[in-house]
């Protein structure tokens, strides 16, 4: 199951920051949190992922709290290209089956002209 | 590098019928999932392999779905026979090796007619 919790929908102006919150406070301290989106028809695509620190990528920019319990994707200058349905989850370690991704329902960002 | 090819895009069928579904990983992936996304959901893990050995199938429904990985490349999935609640899209993902990031395929989109 997934251990995240996303609001449903939010919408951003083109050419704005849109920050996407994400709440996983069940997180244990050894599992990353990673964030995908999904395009209409399209498979999800990776975007960035992280387990204490902030991390930035030529994408997007995360920011997990001091407390690992919640986290902040940051697109900072949204186009309508990033309109789509974006995935935070955490990546649950078995010793049998290694590292597997379960996803949640994610949040459903419109960039508005 | 080529991503993950998967075939056919789309398939309809009637109830009780059978279909299959290809997908090719990444070439080096040892890895490969294939997971169910529902209309609205996000996806859901039906199966993992490792090379060609099944590492968790323990959300695959095996009283009508089946998958394999016979040279631990190239990987089926198959539903027989198919029921209404079988409509969905499914993806195939593939990764270096449980503890890196996926990389999606497109995926084939099944109705159940």
């Known amino acids: 199951d997934a251990k995240t919790t996303q609001p449903p929908s939010m919408d951003c102006a083109e050419g704005r920051a849109a920050n996407l919150p994400c709440n996983h406070s069940?997180?244990?301290?050894?599992?990353?949190v990673y964030w995908y989106r999904q395009i209409h028809s399209q498979g999800p695509q990776y975007i960035i992922h992280?387990?204490?620190n902030n991390e930035t990528n030529e994408m997007a920019s995360l920011i997990i709290t001091e407390d690992r319990k919640s986290s902040t994707l940051i697109l900072p200058h949204a186009t309508l290209r990033d309109t789509a349905v974006y995935y935070c989850i955490v990546r649950v370690h078995s010793g049998v089956t290694g590292n597997q991704f379960y996803f949640g329902t994610g949040t459903s960002l419109t960039v508005i002209p | 590098e080529a991503g993950v090819a998967q075939s056919p895009r789309y398939k309809i069928i009637e109830k009780r019928q059978s279909v299959a579904f290809w997908c090719n990983p990444i070439s080096g992936h040892a890895t490969l999932y294939w997971y169910q996304q529902i209309l609205g959901q996000g996806p859901k893990l039906l199966i993992q392999f490792q090379n060609n050995g099944v590492v968790d199938d323990s959300q695959l429904p095996k009283d009508r779905f089946s998958a394999e990985r016979l040279k631990g490349v190239d990987s089926t999935l198959k539903i027989q026979p198919a029921k209404l609640e079988d409509s969905a899209v499914y993806l195939c993902?593939?990764?270096?090796?449980?503890?890196?990031?996926?990389?999606f395929g497109s995926g084939t989109r099944l109705t159940v007619v």
């Open positions: 993902a593939s990764s270096l090796g449980t503890g890196t990031s996926y990389t």
């Open positions: 069940t997180i244990s301290g050894n599992e990353y």
């Open positions: 992280g387990l204490k």
